[in-house]
């Protein structure tokens, strides 16, 4: 009985342990089709996303970058896009590990209108963190067709974060991004838990050699 309760503490306090460490991916593929419409705010993976305008490409339009899924984008033209804040739809903290960018529409589409991917971080306490990607305009992913280029990002902590794009005047800028790596902060509970665990570990350990 005392071997059974010691490996199902060790048991419990790994698979706890593996939570804490776990990233995902917000890949947009969840979402109802909208025929690349018009979006306020959706939630996708866990996490919301809001912004006065921007698109979920569903829709394969030949005029546009392509990621091989879904994906999330906002123009230039006529002034009509936006920036995009995401947050933990459950209001948890997270890490960004790392996310794709790309320009949004294809090389020599008279629309293009991009120079950089502003990504804005707001930490819990108060920090801001903020990073710019200069999107390069070229066709360089997979085979060719893939037009989104990683970048890692490694912000720990966040409230929220914001997308939004500039132009080379540093205007707004067309925009899109993919399959962003996150994960989640554990809950002050959870590290109680670990905690607790481990004491209780160390402690049949401790009685199993001298009674050993």
């Known amino acids: 009985m005392k ?10 306090t790994s698979f706890a342990l593996s939570g804490v460490t776990h990233a995902a ?12 419409g018009i ?22 339009d030949s005029r546009l970058v392509s990621s091989g899924s879904n994906y999330l984008s906002a123009e230039a033209a006529n002034d009509l896009g936006r ?10 903290l997270f890490n960004l590990i790392g996310l794709e960018v790309a320009e949004l529409w294809i090389p020599g589409e008279l629309l293009n209108d991009f120079s950089d991917v502003i990504i804005t971080g707001n930490q819990f306490g108060g920090g801001v963190l903020s990073t710019s990607i200069t999107l390069d305009g070229i066709r360089d992913g997979v085979g060719g067709v893939d037009d ?20 080379s005047t540093g205007a707004f800028g067309d925009y899109s991004i993919d399959n962003i ?32």
Request: glycine fraction near 10%; aromatic fraction near 10%.
């Open 25 to 36: 991916a917000i890949t947009f593929d969840d979402l109802a089709p909208t025929n690349n």
């Open 39 to 60: 979006s306020t705010a959706v939630t996708s993976d866990g996490f919301n996303f809001a912004g006065d305008h921007f698109h979920i490409i569903d829709t394969f």
């Open 181 to 212: 790596n996150v994960s989640l902060v554990p809950e002050p509970e959870t590290y109680a838990l670990l905690l607790a665990g481990l004491g209780i570990v160390g402690a049949f350990a401790r009685r199993r050699a001298i009674n050993g």
């Open 148 to 167: 989104f280029q990683w970048a890692a990002i490694g912000w720990t902590n966040l409230v929220s974060v914001t997308i939004t794009g500039a132009n």
């Open 83 to 92: 920036s995009v804040t995401m947050t933990h739809a459950g209001g948890s």
């Open 3 to 12: 071997t059974l309760t010691y490996a199902s503490i060790i048991g419990a």
